[in-house]
């Protein structure tokens, strides 16, 4: 009998915690998503360095991480989509629309990378699914 009443009581707060978690409002402090490009990375790769310094999907999320940020401190200009980079430069592209968009990147091997643009998650599994994401994948 007891051990049923702890199993009980660890399942109403397994309960409530998801509930909290999914009717609680996401608040981040910033917009920005921000990568770096490091100095040195053109000059690994022309010797032959199979350096991966960007990963090649990155995952924004409208009204939470919406703007990527991009700061070359590499020696070399770099190449973003249109966007030409200069060394100590940034450059932020905030994104209005869930999508996928495709863009040309010389900081990549392959030249490209992909931007998943999410919609803002508005439901309490949605809400769930993201902070449990956040932790999953937060490099903090």
Known sequence: MPRSVTLLGIAAAAVAALGFVGFMPIQTLSHDEIFEIPRGTWARRMSGDKVEILPDHIR????LRDILVLRNHDDVPQ???PTLM????SFRLPFERASEYQ???TAHASGQMTIVVEPNPATPWARIAWRARELLHSPR
């Not at 924004?60 to 009204?63: D, F, P, S």
């Open 60 to 63: 924004l999320t409208l009204g």
């Open 79 to 81: 190449i973003f989509g």
């Open 86 to 89: 200069m060394p100590g430069q």
């Open 103 to 105: 863009f040309a990147c």
